[in-house]
């Protein structure tokens, strides 16, 4: 899907989302205008500490970066549902690899509380006990984001897929 694609879906979310509102309802702390540079940067920011999690095999930490209700929806599984669910997820992987992230966001948009990011990663994960061979991953990804109350992002959504073959 182009980016003009994605950025018609996503105005057309936001339209729909701003109709379901009561009138005088506030859609977020910063209005409803393009996000501002430093949103940009809390989003980009998010990625980082993704990958800092990660590679500290922290999944609790990773885990925090989503929502309560997020969805997971990694490459060749059903959809990880619920934060609890998804730091089990991230757990087990932690538990088994030590990783290697780089994430890097090729376009964000949003608009008051609703945001997403699209890009691409690369992961290497050395495994943590014998018999299981180190992997190399890229790929791209798309997330949307919620902000809090609090005015922190968070994933609401985050999906991931690989450009390498599968392996035979």
Not at 16 to 25: D, I, K, M, V
Not at 134 to 150: C, M, S, T
């Amino acid at each position: 899907m182009s980016s003009l694609h994605l950025s018609l879906a996503f105005g057309a979310l936001a339209l729909f989302e701003a109709g379901c509102r009561p009138a005088g309802t506030a859609s977020g702390a910063a209005g409803a205008g393009p996000l501002a540079a430093e949103e940009v940067a809390a989003i980009r920011g998010l990625d980082s500490a993704f990958a800092s999690a990660a590679e500290s095999g922290n999944a609790e930490a990773v885990a925090a970066l989503y929502t309560t209700d997020a969805r997971l929806m990694p490459p060749n599984e059903p959809v990880v549902k619920g934060r609890e669910a998804i730091q089990k997820f991230w757990g087990g992987f932690l538990a088994a690899y030590t990783v290697k992230f780089e994430i890097t966001a090729d376009e964000v948009e949003g608009r008051a509380d609703l945001a997403y990011a699209r890009g691409r990663y690369t992961m290497d994960g050395t495994p943590k006990g014998a018999g299981t061979p180190p992997f190399h991953d890229e790929g791209k990804y798309l997330e949307v984001l919620r902000r809090r109350a609090d005015g922190h992002w968070q994933y609401a959504v985050d999906m991931y897929s690989s450009d390498l073959p599968v392996p035979k």
